[in-house]
């Protein structure tokens, strides 16, 4: 059974930084972060294949956000840095066969980021 679990959410103070971890069970070539803030739809934040040579980033976390991939340990990180308000969400890790913006095969449950202004 696929199992993806993420953690590192939590409350900063904007301008702060945090690291998300996703802890998958098996290995998938592309990894992805999304996230949903209240009474929005779901978005895509970043994307990595494979080792790390192909990466994807939404447009509003260029330059702030890092995804990385440990897949030794079968783990990815969102390192996220100059936290604004408006990146409050949950966030969800996803994992797959293909590197997408949208669509993948495996969901996490979740982890809540509050950026408080």
């Known amino acids: 059974q696929v199992r993806l679990v993420e953690s590192g959410g939590g409350l900063v103070q904007a301008g702060g930084s945090l690291r998300l971890s996703c802890a998958a069970s098996?290995?998938?070539?592309?990894m992805g972060w999304f996230r949903q803030a209240p009474g929005k739809e779901r978005e895509f934040v970043a994307a990595?294949?494979?080792?790390?040579?192909?990466?994807s980033y939404a447009d509003p976390v260029k330059g702030r956000f890092t995804i990385s991939r440990d897949n030794a340990k079968n783990m990815m990180y969102l390192q996220m840095n100059s936290l604004k308000p408006e990146d409050t969400a949950v966030y969800y890790c996803?994992?797959?066969?293909?590197?997408?913006?949208?669509?993948?095969?495996?969901w996490g449950q979740g982890t809540q980021v509050t950026v408080s202004s």
């Open positions: 990595m294949g494979g080792s790390g040579s192909r990466t």
């Open positions: 098996g290995r998938y070539y592309a």
């Open positions: 996803a994992a797959g066969g293909i590197l997408s913006r949208s669509s993948y095969d495996y």
